[in-house]
Each structure stands twice: as C-alpha cells, then as structure tokens.
C-alpha cells in the first residue's frame, strides 16, 4: 500500500495528463474539484496557482499516509520468508526515496518526476544486505525464518510461541529494520 499511494504522489503530472487524478477528490480544493469534474481535458498548464498548491497539499498528505503504511510494513518484514525479505526491504527503501526527492521538490510532483538514481538503489540495497548481515552475526532471529509460506494458515502454535520465546530472550524484537 506505502509503494503505490508513494506511486500515486510521483505521477500527478503524468496522470492529469492523461486525464486521471488518483489523489483523493475530497483533499483537493472545492474549486480545483470543479474544474476536474467540468473538464475532460485539464493540462499542468492551465492550473492556477491555487490549483497547484491544493495538488501540493493533496500530494503532502499523501506521502504521510503512505509513512504510515512503512512504519506498518516494516514492523512485519521480519515475518517474511528470508529468501524474500531483503528484496522487499530494498523495495519498499527505494520507495521510500522517491518519496523523498518528491518531498524536496516540495510537493510538486505536476512538472517534475521524482526519481531514484542507479547509483542511490546500490546504496539502498547495500545497506539492506549489510544490516541483514549484521544482524544475523549479532544472533538477531527473525520469526519469518521459521515460518512456511505455505503453511501459513497450519502454522504450529507452540513453534511461533518458542520463535517468540527465543527472539525475546535473546533482546530483539521482530520489529527491527534497517
């Protein structure tokens, strides 16, 4: 959910351009919801000022709700299988980026494209496959580690209760990120 309102908030130029606004109607202003519903065809370039700033508003609002939903997903990454884990991880960091370099461009995403360079995404990861590393050498166990994909919904209780058992005795919670 974090990586596609994050999506959403990056292409609000591109999309009004294709005559699509995904941001929600009753965040933007009483005047640009009229022009938006009398329009079939309303560009970056007729919008007013006060057009602008209610996209930047909307936009702002957006990314917070999308924080929300990291700090939500990131609680529970350590419950995913360990062959998958990282590259979430990577993902949902890389989005997080994005969101970001929107943020420095103050919101406005009607006339500029947020982006993450080839060399930032390296970083990113890197530092996702490190943490993990380092983790792992400080005896950090994760519950996903010991859960089945497929037998998620048979999962042995008093397994989950000693994965539990084990990852609090041993200091961490399931809750640690990057």
């Given at each position: 959910m974090a990586m596609q309102l994050t999506n959403i908030a990056r292409d609000v130029g591109e999309d009004l351009g294709r005559r699509r606004v995904y941001l929600p109607r009753e965040w933007l202003s009483a005047d640009l919801q009229r022009k938006l519903s009398g329009s079939s065809n309303l560009a970056v370039a007729q919008l007013s000022n006060s057009d602008r700033e209610s996209f930047y508003d909307a936009t702002y609002r957006l990314l917070m709700l999308a924080d929300c939903y990291y700090v939500a997903a990131n609680a529970g990454m350590d419950m995913l299988p360990h062959d998958c884990r990282n590259?979430?991880?990577t993902a949902s960091k890389v989005y997080q980026e994005i969101g970001n370099e929107v943020r420095k461009n103050n919101y406005n995403s009607l006339n500029q494209r947020a982006y993450v360079t080839f060399w930032k995404k390296i970083w990113l990861c890197l530092l996702v496959v490190l943490s993990s590393y380092m983790f792992s050498l400080l005896g950090y166990v994760s519950l996903g580690d010991n859960i089945n994909p497929r037998t998620i919904s048979s999962v042995d209780k008093p397994a989950v209760q000693?994965?539990?058992?084990?990852?609090?005795r041993r200091g961490n919670t399931a809750g640690k990120i990057l």
């Open positions: 590259s979430i991880r000693e994965t539990v058992r084990t990852v609090v």
